[in-house]
T-cell receptor, first 111, second 114 residues
Framework: GEDVEQSLFLSVREGDSSVINCTYT??????LYWYKQEPGAGLQLLTY?????DMKQDQRLTVLLNKKDKHLSLRIADTQTGDSAIYFC???????????FGRGTQLTVWP | GAGVSQSPSNKVTEKGKDVELRCDPI?????LYWYRQRLGQGLEFLIY????????KSGLPSDRFSAERTGESVSTLTIQRTQQEDSAVYLC????????????FGPGTRLTVL
C-alpha cells in the first residue's frame, strides 16, 4: 500500500515558525491534507492542497508541495502554545476514496 | 447537528464480547469512512461506504469486523469476539461525495478490551 512518512516529534519556541515535513509514495495522489489532533479530540482538517498546485497559503499556514520528490510540508508562522498537537499528513488515492495517513508529528510549543 | 457524531465516546469490554460502534455522518453526506487509530499510530483505513453499499472493505482486519449503513445515514461497526489488539480509537468520517476533497471526522470511540 501507499506509505506516508513523517518525523515523530518537533519542538519550537513560541513565536518561531514550525515546519512539519511529510513524504509519500503514491504518484497518483489527488489531494494531500494536513489534519490536527488535540489530546482526546478527533481530527480537525487544517488545510489541503490539490496535487497540481505547489503552494497554498491560509493565514498562518503555508503548504508546500514538491510533486517530483513527493514531499509535502506545513509551515506554521508565529507558532503559539495552542498549536501544540499532533499533526497528520494524509494523501487521497486517485482511485479510491480512502485516505492514507502518516503516524503524526507531535508538535510541542514552549513558551 | 453540525458535525459527525459517534457513540459511545468510550467503551470498555471484556475479551470475547461483541461491541457495536455507531457513527452519525453529516446530513447529506453520501460517503462514510471508518478508520482505526492505535496508540501512537496513524489512522488505518477500515471500510468505505458510498450510500449504503460498501465498495471498499479491504481494510477490515479480520472476519470479526463488519459494518453496515442504513441509507445515507447511520453506520454501525461491529466487532465480534473482541481481542485485546482491537483496543484503539475508532474514527468515522464523512464527505459529501467520494470525489469531494474533504473528509470530516467525528470525535471517535475509544475501545478498551480487557
Amino acid at each position: 500500500g501507499e506509505d506516508v512518512e513523517q518525523s515523530l516529534f518537533l519542538s519550537v519556541r513560541e513565536g518561531d515558525s514550525s515546519v512539519i515535513n511529510c513524504t509519500y509514495t503514491d504518484s497518483s495522489s489527488t489531494y494531500l491534507y494536513w489534519y490536527k489532533q488535540e489530546p482526546g479530540a478527533g481530527l480537525q482538517l487544517l488545510t489541503y492542497i490539490f496535487s497540481n498546485m505547489d503552494m497554498k497559503q491560509d493565514q498562518r499556514l503555508t503548504v508546500l508541495l514538491n510533486k517530483k520528490d513527493k514531499h509535502l510540508s506545513l509551515r506554521i508562522a508565529d507558532t503559539q502554545t495552542g498549536d501544540s498537537a499532533i499533526y497528520f499528513c494524509a494523501e487521497k488515492s486517485s482511485t479510491l476514496g480512502r485516505l492514507y495517513f502518516g503516524r503524526g508529528t507531535q508538535l510541542t510549543v514552549w513558551p | 447537528g453540525a458535525g459527525v457524531s459517534q457513540s459511545p465516546s468510550n467503551k470498555v469490554t471484556e475479551k470475547g464480547k461483541d461491541v457495536e460502534l455507531r457513527c452519525d455522518p453529516i446530513s447529506g453526506h453520501t460517503a462514510l469512512y471508518w478508520y482505526r487509530q492505535r496508540l501512537g499510530q496513524g489512522l488505518e483505513f477500515l471500510i468505505y461506504f458510498q450510500g449504503n453499499s460498501a465498495p471498499d472493505k479491504s481494510g477490515l482486519p479480520s472476519d470479526r469486523f463488519s459494518a453496515e449503513r442504513t441509507g445515507e445515514s447511520v453506520s454501525t461497526l461491529t466487532i465480534q469476539r473482541t481481542q485485546q489488539e482491537d483496543s484503539a480509537v475508532y474514527l468515522c468520517a464523512s464527505s459529501p461525495t467520494r470525489d469531494t476533497d474533504t473528509q470530516y471526522f467525528g470525535p471517535g470511540t475509544r475501545l478498551t478490551v480487557l
